[in-house]
């Protein structure tokens, strides 16, 4: 049975307060498939099962956040505290941020004392930082604590912590002393104490830190999670490897958009509205209108040109498509290369260098295609302007494609906005120029 039909059986079961019956079809099933069913019920009824689920906080979890602030909405709120009571700290707080400020006051004096504070406490990092990834879930040891001791305080604060595989060697004052994996704990003697055992000056980040250096250190160093300390360099929190690889995710995705002149998507594209979608992307498009009035101006300065060498129109939309196309080439490597570290603004000069000599390849290969079509459709000076503008049309596609990324770069914006109809425009209006100038260097005006 698929998740929609499931979903329609439910919703039945539910309707008819059917409970157990409802809870025996999704026996069995993981979390993330019975999230991806409860997507399906109007929330007025999916919050009455998740209720009823004992792992209802992990399914909840797997719900995208719009339908988790659907079924917030829905949930009585002594059944909403419990509910978010029982979810990850760092969950929660992604949740508790997204509420209106109603549900805010209605939700935290439902929770315990403890449990507001650590709310409040992640809700009020910045967006974009470690401390808004973080979790403060974790296991800590003490400094003086030998292997046996230390296995014991592992075994109580399991239960609540997001991962134990490494655990956080503190002292009094919860500064972070070093790290220690629960596979030198179980092989080490029990007398050992952590000192011995621990890695000491751990990796970790500051809470500031924009997340995704967050993320991409964890991913370097293949980390399981990553310690977040405050100014002092007190422990406040951990980022998992989980919840990295969904920033870089997120960030790919993010890149992606701008690629095609598309601002950052929410939600769903199959449930997204006609007035986000349009929303997300008319502003580039809007203004790549009048970056390609540059093109009409160059056309229209050499019109006389044109009207006595009307075979020249038949080889624009070829020569400034090229161009297009080896920019966007050219700023698809920048950008991911920017992305990854690969390179910085130093390499730019030494890249430059190299991408001409590239350009002047792929160009001459290009030239000597278009030149034997010029040279039927017109004649040998026909073939000669289209050689030399094909060349030149390539050489600046991709030196623009390769240096705006830089340039954004440098000036404090994302490299991902040298996007592909930026690109585009940009190489098309200069190619037009540059094909109908060397035009009006050979070919006579009638």
């Known amino acids: ?72 909405r829905a949930f009585p709120r002594a059944n909403l505290a419990r509910l978010v009571s029982e979810m990850p700290a760092d969950e929660r707080a992604d949740l508790y941020k997204q509420l209106d400020q109603q549900q805010k006051d209605a939700l935290l004096p439902a929770l315990a004392q403890a449990e507001r504070e650590d709310i409040r406490k992640l809700a009020s990092y910045q967006e974009g930082t470690a401390g808004a990834l973080m979790t403060s879930d974790y296991a800590t040891l003490d400094a003086n604590m030998n292997v046996s001791e230390a296995l014991s305080a592992l075994r109580t604060e399991a239960p609540d912590a997001e991962t134990i595989y490494h655990a956080y060697v503190i ?82 995705t993010d890149d992606f958009h701008k690629s095609g002149g598309v601002s950052t998507m929410i939600g769903n594209m199959k449930d997204v509205s006609i007035r986000v979608l349009y929303k997300k992307r008319v502003f580039w498009l809007v203004l790549l209108v009048f970056g390609n009035l540059f093109s009409g101006v160059g056309i229209a300065h050499f019109e006389d040109l044109i009207a006595a060498n009307i075979v020249l129109v038949f080889f624009l939309p070829l020569l400034v498509g090229s161009g297009g ?85 440098n000036m404090g914006f994302d490299p991902a906005s040298a996007s592909a109809p930026l690109i585009t425009t940009v190489c098309d209006a200069s190619g037009v120029l540059m094909y109908l100038y060397i035009a009006s260097q050979f070919l006579a005006l009638g």
């Open 1 to 72: 049975m698929d998740h929609k039909a499931l979903a329609r059986v439910l919703g039945l079961d539910i309707e008819q307060q059917q409970f157990d019956r409802a809870l025996g079809h999704v026996k069995g099933m993981r979390p993330v498939d019975i999230a991806d069913t409860l997507a399906d019920i109007k929330p007025a009824l999916a919050w009455q099962l998740l209720d009823q689920m004992p792992d209802r906080a992990g399914v909840f979890s797997y719900l995208d956040m719009d339908e988790q602030i659907a079924l917030a």
């Open 171 to 252: 002292d009094a004052g919860r500064k972070l002393l070093g790290v220690v994996s629960l596979r030198a704990l179980i092989l080490a003697s029990p007398p050992t104490l952590m000192h011995d055992i621990m890695i000491h000056s751990p990796i970790h980040c500051r809470v500031n830190d924009d997340q995704e250096d967050v993320a991409k250190i964890i991913a370097r160093y293949d980390l399981i999670a990553l310690p977040i300390v405050d100014e002092d360099g007190a422990l406040v929190g951990i980022v998992t490897h989980d919840d990295a690889m969904d920033v870089l995710s997120e960030e790919a």
């Open 325 to 409: 196309n080896a920019g966007s080439q050219s700023a698809t490597l920048m950008v991911r290369a920017l992305a990854t570290g690969e390179v910085v603004m130093r390499d730019w000069f030494r890249l430059l260098g190299r991408e001409a000599l590239v350009a002047l390849c792929l160009g001459g290969t290009m030239a000597v295609a278009i030149s034997a079509i010029g040279y039927l459709r017109g004649d040998a000076m026909v073939a000669m302007v289209l050689a030399m503008s094909m060349m030149m049309v390539v050489m600046i596609g991709c030196l623009i494609g390769m240096s705006l990324p830089f340039v954004l770069n």
